[in-house]
């Protein structure tokens, strides 16, 4: 073979192997992420307006901005029941399979007949007008992507979260203001292994994952002394982006986040004594978070 | 919890150690009653329908007490604890939530013995688990059943009544719409009661 062919044989054998490195190392496209953000604070009238969902809106989509998100905000009179069923379903367009859809929600909420709802701006007018988990799940099915994530900082939120084929051992009224109960040990909760096995027979996968700040029959707060003024749930969901990150991979999971949360709520507003009265948390509340077997990246940090 | 169990299962062999000084000496195994105590580290791989296959890693400590026979091992049974890290995402940030909780199995198979003086043996042992687990990070509690299949390899230590053990455990759990799959090492340090021949 004539030394310029092998020069070429050499010089081909190496493009290839370097065109095969570099499909390796591409890094794969970033998966696209939304999230639509809203906080009322100001509802018609003054009587059932708050005084920091707006601000736990605008920091929520600081933080989800900061972490891989692209992040869309409605406050007060903009976040409307038809404002939020329209841009979940403006969405559908932009989105594959691998895509993710995050709605975060701080307001009011209510519960009537064992039915949760959350109360946008024009809410207020009866549960017809609220949101409730199978309306904002019809809004979710239109949508082509696999992960899906509602957040809820409002009161009587834990209607919206299913355990699945999970026994949730945080108890959906644990405060004694809610004649609530305390919070069952894992190790208990296996003394009722055969209705765990039943479940586990029975499972059936959501693609929507929901965080709530308190349980279903619970209320849940804000406060002056989280963050700089926040809801209790959302200052520390907000610290969970920079503080959750259990392994270490610089990867914020919605578990994660919901640990962080439920031990900030726990620690920081349940066990104080501003929340007690003759030595009993009178306001007491605990987050909780659905019970599929999936979990999804909340706060991207890398 | 597992740092714990490890420590748990450390201070048990030394106990094993102890109690053996009481027992009877073999030169092999012999059949009868005995017990051991496992570290384990496996790899489990989650599967879902129309989903990437996501690895995890385990590691598990156990305790198990089985009945040798001449050419066979009717009855095994294990207790442990275990802890499933939480899968690598997949490339839509999805992953499988990691799980820590406790395990019940039992299995049967058979041994043999592949040198005449019987002190290595080998044996196959397949079997059925239920665990009961919590969701890492949560407070979730789930429970599922499992298939396992077990390939040892078992050394008598010369002049005693212990044994180790290096083991391939692989386990099928069948966590509802989704199956995880993991395939590991063992190693475990075991002490037989014997009963019945091959005493010295």
């Given amino acids: 073979m004539k030394r310029s062919s092998v020069h070429t044989a050499w010089f081909a054998a190496a493009s ?54 692209m992040t869309q905000a409605k406050t007060n009179s903009a976040a409307t029941k038809a404002a939020i069923q329209a841009d979940i379903g403006a969405l559908s367009a932009g989105l594959s399979p691998d895509s993710s859809v995050l709605v975060y929600f701080s307001g009011h909420g209510t519960s009537s007949a064992d039915t949760a709802y959350f109360i946008p701006y024009d809410g207020l007018s ?3 007008s609220c949101i409730s988990l199978s309306e904002i ?54 003394a009722n292994f055969s209705r765990l096995l039943e479940l586990n027979a029975a499972a059936v996968d959501s693609d929507l994952f929901v965080l709530s700040a308190a349980g279903s029959r619970e209320l849940s707060y804000e406060s002056s002394g989280f963050g700089g003024g926040n809801g209790v749930f959302t200052s520390f969901l907000i610290g969970a982006a920079s503080n959750a990150d259990a392994d270490k991979d610089k990867l914020v999971t919605l578990s994660e986040a919901y640990s962080y949360a439920s031990l900030g709520v726990t620690s920081y507003w349940n066990a104080q004594t501003w929340n007690q009265y003759n030595g009993v948390g009178y306001a007491d509340f605990l987050p909780h978070l659905s019970g599929q077997r999936r979990d999804v990246v909340l706060f991207d940090r890398r | 919890m597992q740092i714990r169990n490890i420590v748990a299962i450390g201070f048990l062999c030394l106990a094993f150690v102890a109690a053996g000084q009481a027992q009877p000496r073999f030169s092999s195994l012999p059949e009868g009653f ?8 496996s790899l489990p791989v989650s599967f879902e329908a129309g989903r990437d296959a996501l690895p995890h890693w385990e590691l598990s400590t156990r305790i198990g007490a089985e009945w040798a026979a001449k050419r066979w091992i009717p009855l095994r049974f294990e207790a442990g604890g275990f802890r499933v890290s939480p899968s690598r995402p997949d490339a839509s940030l999805s992953l499988f ?48 059943p499992s298939l396992l299949v077990e390939g040892r390899f078992l050394i008598a230590f010369p002049n005693s009544p212990y044994h180790g053990i290096l083991g391939v455990p692989v386990e099928l759990m069948f966590r509802g719409p989704v199956l995880t799959a993991s395939a590991g090492v063992e190693l475990a340090f075991g002490m037989s009661f014997g009963g019945m021949g091959n005493r010295r």
């Fill in chain 1, 16 to 69: 290839l192997a370097a065109s095969l490195v570099a499909a390796n190392c591409a890094l794969p496209e970033a998966p696209r992420r939304f999230a639509l953000v809203y906080g009322v604070t100001d509802y018609p009238g003054t009587t059932n307006d708050l005084t920091y969902p707006a601000i736990d809106a605008t920091e929520m989509t600081g933080v989800l901005g900061s972490s891989g998100w």
């Fill in chain 1, 126 to 128: 009866g549960t017809a």
């Fill in chain 1, 137 to 190: 799940k019809a809004w979710f099915d239109t949508l082509p992507c696999r992960n899906k994530i509602l957040i809820l900082d409002t009161c009587y939120s834990g209607g919206f979260v299913d355990a699945g084929s999970a026994i949730d051992t945080a108890p959906q009224a644990y405060g004694p203001l809610d004649g609530g109960t305390t919070a069952e040990f894992p190790s208990s909760a296996y």
């Fill in chain 2, 34 to 41: 005995r017990f051991d105590a496992v570290v384990s580290g």
């Fill in chain 2, 97 to 144: 939530k990691g799980f820590d909780g406790y395990r019940f199995a039992l299995l049967t198979g058979p041994r043999f013995f592949p040198d005449a003086s019987r002190r290595m043996e080998i044996a196959a042992l397949g079997g059925a688990a239920l665990s009961a687990a919590r969701y890492t990070n949560t407070t979730l509690v789930i429970a599922y």
